[in-house]
């Protein structure tokens, strides 16, 4: 059993509200392993940084994903940190994987980190700056097609990826 495909990308690039709907229109089920993740855990994802740490929610997610991977046949999205683990990335290979690719500023404002308070802002979408360009490799490492999802609605990416499916 295998997903008919996997969603990477960035925070905010949309694995989870593109993954859904496009679970829907395929008629398959959606798994989200940061779902996975908390049930497991039996509480939110930021519960689980700041009380048992980042390493403690990577050791969950990694878990995760090795289930996921073998038991689910429907889309399946992951986090945006996935893939900087290199087994889970050896585990994507032989997968049907879609990047669904963002930039910064979309990203930033999906997210909740718009410009209107720089002040405020400017450390978390400095992060988010950086995470993005240490994972892109990364993400375009696991994928086999990449949508981008820049200044497009949730229902048009959700046809691109589809149409992406149909080309790997
Ligand atoms: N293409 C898009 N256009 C506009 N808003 C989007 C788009 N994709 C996702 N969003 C919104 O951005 C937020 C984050 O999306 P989400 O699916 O949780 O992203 P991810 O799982 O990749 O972090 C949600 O509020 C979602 O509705
Ligand atoms: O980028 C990351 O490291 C993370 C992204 C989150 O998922 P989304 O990409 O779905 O927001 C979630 O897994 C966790 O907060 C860590
Ligand atoms: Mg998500």
Avoid: C, W
Avoid at 97 to 124: I, K, Q, T, W, Y
């Amino acid at each position: 059993m295998s997903p008919r495909v996997v969603l990477v990308g960035a925070p905010g690039a949309g694995k989870s509200s593109v993954g859904r709907q496009l679970a829907d229109r395929l008629g398959v089920t959606f798994r989200d392993t940061d779902t996975d993740v908390e049930r497991t855990a039996g509480k939110p994802i930021t519960d689980i940084f700041v009380e048992d740490g980042e390493p403690a929610f990577r050791s969950l997610e990694r878990a995760a994903i090795t289930a996921a991977l073998r038991e689910h046949d429907g889309v399946l999205a992951l986090g945006g940190g996935a893939v900087t683990n290199p087994e889970t990335r050896a585990e994507l290979a032989g997968h049907r994987v879609v990047f669904l690719d963002v930039g910064l500023a979309d990203a930033a404002a999906r997210v909740g980190l718009n410009r209107d308070r720089p002040l405020l802002l400017e450390s978390p979408r400095a992060q988010l700056k950086k995470l993005m360009d240490a994972r892109r490799p990364l993400y375009q490492e696991v994928a086999s097609a990449t949508v981008v999802t820049t200044g497009r609605g949730i229902e048009e990416v959700v046809q691109d990826v589809e149409d992406a499916m149909g080309h790997v």
